[in-house]
């Protein structure tokens, strides 16, 4: 979508075609009539029936996917709205921004790097005055739309700038630069088709451009940054980057969602400055938090006794298994494989637990004969630190569908052996 697109998009015009759409059930097989009908009853180009669809599209995504509370009055192209948070990670982030705003002991100015159309800037309004920067026209026209729709525009404001660039050296910046006090930064995580890029350096732009803005003599009042990046980053490559943050992974209702990583005030804003690791799940209004800033206890290894118990994805990309098997009065059942074991159940919600039913090594003429004995009605299989697919697994079982009950087979290491649990899940 182009600066003109989003501009029809959001006109007077654009929103009540929109509202329209809104009363229409959008599939895959119904785009082309919708775009006949748009241009010839409504009488639009070509680009502007397109614009309209595009955000009626994004549009329902956003409501079924309960990203955003009020998605039906706000404004999305489907691959912005993929790139955005939802609401309860970034109201989580925002803590973190308010209890320093408050220390600070004045309003605040906050500048949200590669903005988008407007998820994050929005969320942090209500800590202070916030300016969008994105090189893309047309986000900045959805972003400015929905800070007006949420009744924010006076909070919020958008510039049209090259984010690599931005620094106290470009006079085209120079007289707002120094009024930033906060920070946040969220660089685009993949390619022109679409890939999702993993090294850090390869980012859009790349991670290393926040060194910049963390000297004083780019954003001299800079108290503290936030940088949102994949969840799978490669702590070795931010370490090689001489990046000194802590790194948060968050998950919600049990799927990881992304990594944030607090620089300078902000890293010990409300928590302990030692930590460097953090896991935080959001469950609903409850939250867990896991973090490294007593240390990693040293977790025994054992051979796997009653339960297993698999870790949220967020503690593991964390790095924090043994937090939560201290935690859990649970051991490890093997030093690299993020399993743990106890013989009595855990009702942590922190770790998703199955009972063992049979440990058999992998073989999978054995593994078929077991099931069938058990008449397993339904199979699920999971694999940690096993080269087997799942779904080929299944396949090559070619099981018949018994009368027993659902159970789960775990493919996975034990002191180095290719090893099948046979479970029912807890």
């Known amino acids: 979508m182009n600066k003109d697109q989003a501009l029809f998009a959001v006109s007077e015009r654009g929103r009540a075609l929109l509202d329209k759409l809104a009363l229409q059930e959008l599939t895959e097989n119904n785009h082309l009539k919708i775009l006949t009908a748009l241009r010839k009853s409504d009488k639009l180009e070509a680009s502007e029936a397109a614009a309209v669809l595009e955000v009626a599209l994004a549009r329902q995504k956003a409501i079924k996917s309960a990203k955003f509370a009020q998605a039906e009055k706000m404004f999305f192209t489907r691959d912005a709205l993929e790139q955005a948070s939802g609401e309860k990670i970034t109201a989580h982030r925002r803590k973190r921004f308010q209890t320093l705003a408050e220390s600070l002991g004045s309003a605040v100015a906050i ?24 090189l893309n026209e047309a986000r900045l026209v959805l972003a400015k739309a929905n800070a007006t729709a949420l009744g924010l ?49 390869a980012y859009q732009p790349p991670l290393s451009t926040l060194k910049n803005w963390l000297r004083k003599d780019e954003l001299p ?12 980053i490669d702590y070795d490559e931010l370490r090689q980057l001489g990046l000194d943050c802590e790194v948060e992974i968050i998950s919600e209702n049990g799927d990881v969602k992304e990594a944030v990583l607090w620089f300078a005030d902000l890293r010990s804003a409300g928590t302990d400055e030692n930590t460097t690791r953090r896991a935080t799940l959001l469950y609903g209004d409850k939250q867990f938090s896991f973090d490294d800033s007593q ?67 992998f073989s ?34 070619s099981l018949k569908r018994g009368d027993g009950e659902d159970l789960t087979v775990i493919l996975t290491r034990v002191k180095n052996e290719h090893t099948a649990f046979i479970t029912r899940a807890i």
């Open 111 to 134: 500048v949200d790097f590669c903005c988008g159309v407007g998820g994050d800037s929005l969320a942090l309004c209500p800590v202070g005055q916030v300016t969008g920067i994105d």
């Open 153 to 201: 525009s006076d909070r919020f404001d958008a510039v049209c700038a090259d984010v690599a660039k931005f620094s106290s050296a470009n006079v085209n910046h120079s007289s707002t630069i120094n009024s930033y006090q906060l920070a946040f930064f969220d660089p685009g995580r993949r390619d022109e088709q679409g890939k999702r890029i993993f090294k850090a350096e």
């Open 221 to 232: 009042n800079l108290k503290g940054l936030a940088v949102k990046v994949s969840p799978g």
């Open 295 to 361: 240390g990693i206890p040293k977790l025994d290894c054992q051979t796997p006794s009653r339960y297993l118990h698999e870790p949220d994805g967020a503690i593991i990309r964390a790095g924090l298994v043994e937090c939560l098997g201290a935690d859990m009065k649970a051991l490890k059942i093997d030093d690299e494989i993020a399993f743990l074991t106890s013989d009595n159940l855990s009702n942590s919600p922190c770790a998703r637990s199955f009972e063992i039913i049979s440990c058999l090594p």
């Open 364 to 397: 999978l003429k054995k593994i078929k004969q077991e099931l069938q004995k058990l008449k397993a009605r339904n199979l699920t299989v999971k694999k940690r630190g096993s080269p087997i697919v799942p779904e080929e697994f299944i396949k090559s079982l």
